[in-house]
């Protein structure tokens, strides 16, 4: 016999397959002793095999709910359809992953014509029984019959219009038995039946109806876009009622062990006095915030505190639950992770480390790259956001900021995307039907509902900003504007949301630069702790530098000196260096800019603070620096004093068919051996300078690019190495300095035994190293690339994730050969592609001591470095 059914007190949070989410966590906390209502959980199994077998409940199932069914009557004491004590249940819908809003509930099942003045008489208040009884049939109606809640609900605005009244809680008994009877109605106009009576048939209806809903469109369209396998299927959940209805010392509500938004600790929530279910998320009536609990009823608050602390230690993570109040007795119905945003997922986690939750491995384990990504996101330029006044506002429900035109339907946004829009949703409340049009939005705003609502909640789970709640805000759908006091939002109208401070603004605002926040700062220094690979900037100005620094780079793995002429005088000098007729005159021009590179090289020693730093010396493309036409030689010639003949002449000369192959790198230090001299000597000169004025001790690691052979390397070397000892001893002092080759150049892995011999370390540079690999041109590859991915030929991008089979392989060699010559070989990899999370795994393997990246990627290669090391370690 199978086993179809198990009891919340048989079950574990481990058994999310079997007994869906929601089932594991109510069995968890019935487990850890909770006041958890007694029930039981119908399998996924039961599910699958009921969608697989005609949409029918198998006796052997129906049987194994009778027997639990008959357990739960010992453990309540209540009996269905009992007339003195009827027992009533919730039928809730629950699958391995939580998909809020997806398959619905269904409350006080076991009510009829003879157990709602049962309900009445025990609890000696009508008006509950006769609200919960309404409730069924309504709930009911929509979700097992499925006939549209508006039908429903329009009775109920209609009866409060009619008295004159504001919300549900005002209708008075009588009222809720009108309404009863105008439902029976609708079954009747509507179904041509009548609502069954035998709870045991209501039951069976309803879980083959939570069954059915794993299929519903919705379902499907949000296992679509979360990835979530169709073939897991829905438990359902059985459950005892337990009544936020009851009167003025009951209520319901939610709450996060933590603030979703931001991270905070302490309870954060909202909850509703004399409601039921999901009242609280529907925006029937503006919900308290929790602590308003902590006043009303201080005992059941400290209570749910201590419950949801407890919680939180036990699941390690940040939980959202559910809980009712019966009478001033709290119960719990619900427990899962809580949905966050990205910047309140790494203050989260950063806090559970440090009160001792979670351990420092699991810490970097579980941040995500998503979320540092996000945190790492611009908000709206602060400066300019001052001199804006916003038109509305409403409850910051999920930060961030984003400038986008207004649609009023999810089909109209997501029109628009299509024509390559960028799109705010404003709607008077979303509900699952709009998901693919929230998911394609910059930002969402509605004029109804609250932190919990569906638009909150969604949008934070996707990252998307929300301002829920605007209460001036009209939105008229039907005619596709919203009106703001006089003012009318148009279809199209640009719109400025800042889902952090809840405000909306006309017209576009401009994004601030990125910056790095408090909590980055443990966390670099909590991935150096556990990074086996360091990650090193690409920087050579003394901004990019800072930037570097304060991203968390250890260092300084490529200073790139021709950027350091790039600027509109130094340019200047550069041409005069390469458009030079005679050694003198190269060596006249090199004087002074020995003199500005030293200036640039202390600013580079001074911003790295100490940290190693790697200065290549110069590797210009030529065709980068030259005039480019007959109008630059002209004005070239005029500021140099020469000639427009000489200086065209010269250019042309120099002018390759080629230069990415061209007159590069190393060709140029064979060249003009005088030009790496001046910059060795700078190096050197400021490094000693800077060592005396702020007493860091420097190590300079001077880097000779595009190395193709030994012979070739070893002789700059030496024309490099004589240039700083006559330095140093004219100057009567020492230093220590490394001397050190890009590899870049297929040929150079090839012979890197021969080129270790001379070299103090390898340098990979990845973006030349897979143009010279693959033969395809850095600046022409994208259209070609873009082919080839299209067409499958490429899994990835080989100028963005690093080539393994290919140039892999190349630095593989490189590497095994160099080492078995100088097994102390230090090697770093610089380029782009070696910062991709999916290059990482193949770094590991490679063995390699840094990689460098440039200023803004660096979190994000940390985090995956870090986490690689420690899953390594663990594994
Ligand atoms: P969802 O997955 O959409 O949150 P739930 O099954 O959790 O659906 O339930 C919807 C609402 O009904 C929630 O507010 C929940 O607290 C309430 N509810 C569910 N079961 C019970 C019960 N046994 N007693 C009282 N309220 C319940
Ligand atoms: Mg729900
Ligand atoms: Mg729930």
Sequence with gaps: ???????????????????????????????????????????????????????????????????????????????????????????RSGSKFSMPGMMDTVLNLGLN?????????????????????????????????????????????????????????????????????????????????????????????????????????????????????????????????????????????????????????????????????????????????????????????????AICENLETHYQDMQDVEFTIEREKLFILQTRSGKRTSKAALRILLDFFNEGIISEEALVNRIEGKDLEAALHPNFDEAALKRRVSFLSGLAASPGAATGAAYFSADAATEAKARGERVVLVREETSPEDIEGIAISEAVITSRGGMTSHAAVVARGMGICSVVGCERLTVMENENKAMVGDEMIEEGTVLSVDGSSGKVYFGEIPMEEVGHTVALDELHAIWDRHAAIKVRANAETPKDIETGMALGAVGIGLARTEHMFFEKTRLLQFRRLILADSLAERLEVLKELKTVQKQDFK?????????????????????????????????????????????????????????????????????????????????????????????????????????????????????????????????????????????????????????????????????????????????????????????????????????KAGVGALMKLAIERGRKVNPQLKIGVCGEAAAHPKSIDFLYELGIDYISCSPFRIPQAKMTLAKATVENVLS
């Design 603 to 803: 600013y580079m020693y001074e911003a790295a603070k100490g940290r190693p730093t790697t200065i290549r010396l110069l590797d210009p493309p030529l065709h980068e620096f030259l005039p480019k036409n007959a109008e630059e030689c002209r004005e070239v010639a005029k500021e140099l004093g020469k000639t427009f003949n000489e200086v065209k002449r010269k250019t042309d000369n120099l002018a390759e068919v080629n230069p990415m192959l061209g007159f590069r790198g190393l060709r140029l230090g064979v060249a003009y051996p005088e030009i790496y001299q001046m910059q060795a000597e700078a190096i050197i000169e400021a490094a000693c300078e800077v060592r005396e004025e702020q007493a860091f001790s420097i190590q300079p690691e001077i880097m000779i690019p595009f190395t193709i052979d030994a012979g070739e390397f070893a002789h700059v070397r030496q024309a490099i190495e004589e240039a700083i000892q006559k330095n140093l001893r004219h100057n009567q002092t020492t230093l220590d300095y490394q001397i050190g080759t890009m590899i870049e150049i297929p040929r150079a892995c090839f012979v890197a035994d021969q080129i270790a011999q001379y070299a103090d370390f390898f340098s990979f540079g990845t973006n030349d190293l897979t143009q010279m690999a693959l033969g395809l041109s850095r600046d022409d590859s994208p259209r070609i690339v873009t082919q080839y991915l299209d067409v499958g030929i490429f899994e990835d991008d080989p100028f963005q994730v690093l080539d």
């Design 1 to 91: 016999m199978n086993r179809w059914v198990y009891l919340f007190s048989e079950g574990s949070k481990e058994q999310r397959d079997l007994l869906g989410g929601k089932g594991a966590n109510l069995a968890e906390m019935t487990k850890l002793g909770l006041p958890v209502p007694t029930g039981f959980t119908v399998t996924t199994e039961a599910c699958l095999y009921y969608l697989n077998h005609g949409d029918q409940l198998t006796d052997e199932v129906k049987n194994q709910v009778m027997t639990a069914v008959e357990q739960l009557s010992v453990k309540t004491g209540k009996k269905f359809g009992d007339l003195n004590n009827p027992l009533l249940v919730s039928v």
């Design 113 to 305: 014509d003879q157990t709602v003045a049962a309900l009445a008489s025990n609890s000696q208040n009508e008006r509950f029984a006769y609200d919960c009884y309404r409730r069924l049939l309504q709930m009911f109606g929509n979700v097992v019959l499925g006939l549209d809640n508006s039908i429903f609900e329009s009775r109920i605005t209609a009866l409060k219009k009619e008295n004159g009244l504001s919300f549900d809680n005002e209708l008075t008994a009588d009222h809720w038995k009108q309404i009863v009877s105008e439902y029976k109605g609708i079954y009747r106009e509507e179904l041509q039946r009548e609502f069954p009576q035998d709870p045991i048939e209501q039951l069976y209806l309803a879980i083959e109806a939570v069954f059915g809903s794993w299929n519903n469109a919705r379902a499907k369209t949000y296992r679509r876009l979360h990835g979530i396998s169709d073939d897991l299927g829905t438990a359902v959940n059985i459950q005892e009622m337990v009544f936020g209805n009851f009167g003025e010392t009951s209520g319901t509500g939610v709450v996060f062990s933590r603030n979703p938004s931001l991270g905070d600790p302490g309870l954060f929530g909202e909850y509703l006095i004399n409601a039921q279910g999901e009242d609280v998320v529907a925006g029937v009536r503006t919900p308290k915030p929790i602590q308003v609990l902590a006043e009303d009823m201080p005992e059941q608050f400290n209570q749910l505190k």
